[in-house]
């Protein structure tokens, strides 16, 4: 199975961008499906966005559409999170996850994730 690695998180202003990245190891990362989710404190993990296999289907949670992109390079192995006009409430541990069963419409059952990447915005 994959391994996930996040990177790109940091401190920004509101208003600002990053882009998180996940490497994942392994040949076989285009068989899974891939999501991004994050965790701000004393709440649940909540869902972000996903991506079908190839990278052509996504879905986002609705706080995020239209400022967030999530996309896959799968000749890199590797999944991004593009995150424009940033607001103090997506301050939050981001983590990448990955399954290979299921379906893109079902966020609860990703299996293999990755250690995490803070993001702070700050007002």
């Known amino acids: 199975q994959v391994q996930l690695v996040e990177s790109g998180g940091g401190l920004v202003q509101a208003g600002g961008s990053l882009r998180l990245s996940c490497a994942a190891s392994g040949r076989t990362f285009s068989l899974y499906y891939m999501g991004w989710f994050r965790q701000a404190p004393g709440k649940d993990r909540e869902f972000v966005a996903t991506?079908?296999?190839?990278?052509?289907?996504?879905t986002y949670t609705d706080s995020v559409k239209g400022r967030f992109t999530i996309s896959r390079d799968n000749a890199k192995t590797t999944l991004y999170l593009q995150m424009n006009n940033l607001k103090p409430e997506d301050t939050a541990v981001y983590y990448c996850?990955?399954?290979?069963?299921?379906?893109?419409?079902?966020?609860?059952?990703?299996?293999?994730w990755g250690q995490g990447t803070q993001v702070t915005v700050s007002s």
């Open positions: 996850a990955a399954k290979n069963t299921g379906s893109i419409y079902t966020t609860n059952d990703y299996d293999i």
């Open positions: 991506t079908g296999r190839g990278g052509f289907v996504t």
